[in-house]
């Protein structure tokens, strides 16, 4: 173990055992690698960089949801408390936890790649939290569009959106890096060679095609860049203010989970 032992947990999930130690110990602040980078996030991609590099969605738990449909209505067949319920509830469970992990995974590859290669990554401030809350609003303010906003916050669930946005905040912070959240005004909208603002700009979900100068190229591409201006000028103007640079020899505290 590097460091002193601070908690060890013992779980059991999907008929699995887990141990799970973490450790504290005093770390050299790291020097970051690479540029500044602006990240797009989508549904059609999961997300878009504006260097070009692009990660498909992960979309895991409609892959299964088949699969978990059909284990739920053979479980609701089954005479409750018998042997053949508790088999059927056990695939229901592993296919809960095939699901959990492969979005864990995903998430976690995807977070270390952009954070071990940038010093300062731009990110969309996007509420997902308001976003993913239910579409139909209440009943005296229904919900417009509930049927498409409902299908975006189940991608934007699905995806983890919100838990790649922690990740990338803790590992950049490992790294000496830093995560740099923009509002997300017009970065769909702007382009980015000659700064036109407008909704006509992006006809379609993919393409964007300036109205002004006839500047074309891929839509979430183009929020990259947006993104990546956006940080750039946030940091310049809120260096005595809300962006903080980290400190050097700060603490890191691990989470090493082992499958028993
Ligand atoms: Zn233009």
Not at 37 to 54: K, Y
Not at 97 to 107: E, H, V, Y
Not at 155 to 183: C, H, M, T
Not at 232 to 248: I, K, M, N, Q
């Amino acid at each position: 173990m590097l460091g002193e032992v601070k908690q060890v947990t013992v779980s059991a999930c999907g008929g699995k055992w887990f141990v799970s130690i973490q450790t504290e110990r005093e770390v050299k602040q790291s020097l970051p690698n690479g540029g500044a980078v602006g990240i797009d996030m989508g549904v059609v991609r999961f997300a878009t960089l504006s260097d070009g590099t692009a990660y498909a969605p992960l979309n895991s738990f409609r892959r299964h949801e088949a699969a978990l449909r059909r284990a739920q209505q053979a479980m609701s067949r089954k005479v409750k408390f018998s042997n053949n319920w508790k088999k059927a509830k056990a695939r229901v469970q592993r296919i809960h936890s095939r699901i959990g992990n492969a979005r864990r995974d995903f998430l976690h590859k995807t977070s270390a790649a952009i954070s071990q290669n940038h010093a300062m990554v731009c990110i969309e401030d996007l509420q997902v939290r308001n976003m993913s809350k239910s579409a139909k609003g209440s009943a005296e303010q229904p919900g417009k569009r509930v049927r498409a906003k409902s299908g975006l916050n189940k991608s934007i669930l699905d995806q983890g959106w919100f838990e790649f946005r922690r990740q990338l905040d803790y590992k950049l912070a490992w790294n000496g890096g830093y995560l740099i959240a923009v509002p997300p005004r017009n970065t769909s909208r702007t382009c980015p060679c000659c700064g036109h603002v407008s909704a006509d700009n992006r006809q379609t979900q993919a393409e964007f095609r300036c109205m002004e100068c006839g500047f074309e190229e891929n839509a979430d591409l183009v929020g990259a860049i947006n993104i990546l201006r956006a940080g750039h000028a946030r940091l310049a103007c809120e260096v005595s203010g809300a962006v903080v640079p980290p400190a050097a020899g700060t603490h890191r505290s691990d989470s090493i989970g082992l499958d028993a």
